[in-house]
């Protein structure tokens, strides 16, 4: 029987599934970020994830756009602006952990560099 811990859970054969709630980089700002571990507290997940980004890091021009679709029609923008919507700073990193702490679900994230590694490591996630 193979079992590993995530967190204070145990995961494996003969454990309940563990569930995490993918957020990525879905938010726009602190108070998205909060909705979305508040839903998945709610909801029951075991985990929220989120992508730690830094648009300097994942897109080196500005120029390349993106088209989307929303409730209000069709949008474009530069992929790095929307990218930019997305980061939060360390202290607002610190900040969405401790609200998970508090709400009882793990707080994961992917980092995109060096520098965000770091940070989720000083995270403790």
Known sequence: MI???????????????????????????MESAKRLVKAAAEAGADAVKFQTVNAEDLMSEEDVQIA????????????????????????EWRELKAYCDALGILFIS????????????????
């Open 3 to 29: 079992e590993s811990r995530i967190g204070d859970k145990m995961v494996g054969d003969g454990h309940p599934c563990f569930i995490s709630m993918e957020a990525g980089a879905t938010h726009t700002g």
């Open 110 to 125: 992917t980092p995109s560099g060096t520098e965000t590694v770091d940070l989720l490591v000083s995270l403790q996630a």
């Open 68 to 91: 989307y679709q929303t409730a209000s029609g069709k949008k474009s923008e530069s992929v790095r602006k929307a990218l930019q919507r997305r980061e939060l700073s360390p202290d």
